[in-house]
């Protein structure tokens, strides 16, 4: 192992470092207690509502996270969250130790603040979607990986089978990073070795034994999973798409993370003989396990669309590359852009400091004069008030015809996964909200739910942001007749977050499905 502490006060940096974790946390607590849920964790909390061992969009843990949270927080924000501030902590262990084995004690500190403030792994903690158990898989993962392959630890094969498996039962994407040891298997010569012993395939036995019960929910589901996540990202129209994948890098590690990581990945300093050969195979090995997700990323990126969170977990791995490229731009006083990047990261990192929880109390509470994003679908701001409007509407149908409506939010499932949540007046919020699927479209999950076949003759109480949506040919013709359209209207802090729209529709007929 490299001890860099002696150059850049490894003891200060590591006190340092774990104020940022603290002070994270504390955030992390606090505004997850505070700030409403957005769609996504809706969505996967009502994942946890119908529990499974896989799901059509993702594999199981994020549900049975959210599931284990709730039963202590009990049906809260925080109890949907808590999953995640677990996952960041697990993350950031297994990131310093990494660090720390491969580039020292100052390196090890600075890639542990990182993992606090830069904008994926300060989200991915905060957030309960698949990203955060994943992200901590996957920074444990490498931590036993490089255990195994260049501190020649055999134990560390099944810690490291043992995580693998934990990060399929996340998500997918996990795949790629064993791709990417094997593949530096095959092209490293100190580690080739270990194909001709048992402990690396008894290693992936254990992450496919893990993995299995997402298998047979698959089998039982004609494979549905698999190919909502395989044939189904290649449908559709070809677009390039790749100045948007480098787009979400810079937004996901900010603009000087960004400039630091592609520094690190290009560099040939840490191949130089001086920096002893423990640390270049170290480098040889986290650069591989960048770069091999990365480039699946960007030759898909080519000609198909991206999302922003894709590349989030693989640059874990980048981490320690770019603590110890900013370490090692400041012991050699670097200029010109490696130099610009190494005095950025500070100020960087304080703005983060201040900016996450000055947003995250907007959003909470709200700042004087301050208003919102009229994409309230992307913003955890108005659903417990819609929520409640919408109870209101139920309670008085109720009352008047002794019979509830299903709720029916005209999206996939933005609007339903929200109202089921924060329907907390109603009998059963789970069972009665559904999605826009009804009407022909995709519902996700909520197809298999609520099915459509069992909902005909009911009637629908539909919920809109889009008037128009609420009068399209698919709902005239799916209801045997129609009531008014009415409206109301957001607010915090006298601003208008958005109006939304709402009718009640008699007599459900399912139409044939139009999946797109």
């Not at 669309?305 to 110890?324: M, N, Q, Y």
């Amino acid at each position: 192992m490299s001890d860099d502490s002696r150059l850049d006060g490894g003891s200060l940096a590591r006190a340092f470092a774990l104020g940022l974790v603290v002070y994270a946390t504390v955030l992390r607590l606090y505004f997850g207690a505070h700030v409403q849920l957005m769609p996504e964790e809706t969505y996967y909390w009502n994942y946890s509502r119908h529990l499974d061992i896989g799901y059509l969009d993702h594999p199981p843990m994020v549900a049975w996270l959210i599931r284990c949270g709730t039963g202590l927080f009990g049906q809260t924000a925080i109890g949907v969250r808590i999953g995640a501030v677990v996952c960041a902590l697990i993350a950031s262990l297994f990131v310093y130790r990494l660090t720390k084995n491969v580039f020292g004690e100052t390196s090890a500190a600075l890639a542990l603040a990182l993992a606090q403030l830069l904008p994926f792994f300060f989200v991915q903690g905060l957030l309960m979607t698949p990203d955060a158990p994943l992200t901590a898989a996957w920074a444990a993962s490498l931590y036993f990986l490089e255990r195994a392959l260049h501190g020649g630890s055999r134990g560390a094969w099944g810690w490291a089978g043992l995580w693998l498996g934990i990060g399929l039962l996340s998500k997918y994407t996990i795949g790629l990073l064993g791709l990417g040891a094997f593949l530096f298997m095959l092209t490293d010569r100190r580690s080739r070795h270990w194909l001709r012993r048992w402990e690396p395939y008894a290693a992936a036995a254990l992450a496919f034994a893990i993995f299995a019960p997402v298998i047979v929910w698959n089998a039982e589901h004609h494979w549905a999973s698999f190919a909502f996540q395989t044939a189904r990202r290649f449908a559709g129209r070809p677009q390039f798409a790749l100045h948007k994948l480098i787009g979400a890098a810079i937004v996901l590690l900010t603009p000087t993370g960004f400039l630091a990581a592609t520094r690190a990945l290009a560099s040939g300093r840490l191949q130089a003989e001086s920096q002893g050969a423990a640390r270049r195979a170290g480098f040889r090995f986290l650069r591989f396990v960048v770069l091999v997700p990365l480039a699946v990323f960007v030759f898909f990126s080519l000609r198909r669309a991206v999302k922003l969170d894709w590349t989030g977990a693989p640059w874990v791995a980048a981490l320690p590359l770019i603590a110890f490229e900013l370490v090692d731009a400041g012991r050699t006083a670097a200029t010109g852009l490696r130099g610009w990047v190494r005095a950025s990261c500070r100020p960087t990192l304080i703005a983060m400091s201040l900016i996450y929880p000055l947003g995250l109390y907007h959003l909470a509470f709200g700042l004087p004069d301050v208003g919102y994003s009229r994409h309230m679908e992307l913003l955890p701001v108005g659903w417990r008030e819609l929520g409640a409007r919408i109870d209101r509407v139920v309670e008085s149908y109720g009352r008047d015809h002794r019979t509830q409506p299903l709720v029916v939010g005209m999206d996939r499932y933005v609007i339903a996964s929200e109202l089921a949540f924060y329907g907390s007046a109603r009998p059963d919020p789970v069972g009665d909200t559904t999605s826009a699927y009804l009407f022909g479209g995709m519902g996700l999950m909520y197809e298999r739910w609520i099915p459509a076949r069992l909902q005909r003759g009911r009637t629908l109480l539909l919920v809109s942001f889009h008037r128009r949506s609420l009068a399209a040919r698919s709902v005239r013709l799916a209801a045997r007749s129609l009531g008014p359209v009415l409206s109301g209207s957001l607010t915090r802090g006298g601003h208008q977050i958005r109006r939304y729209y709402y009718r009640f529709a008699y007599g459900y007929r399912q139409p044939p499905p139009q999946h797109s």
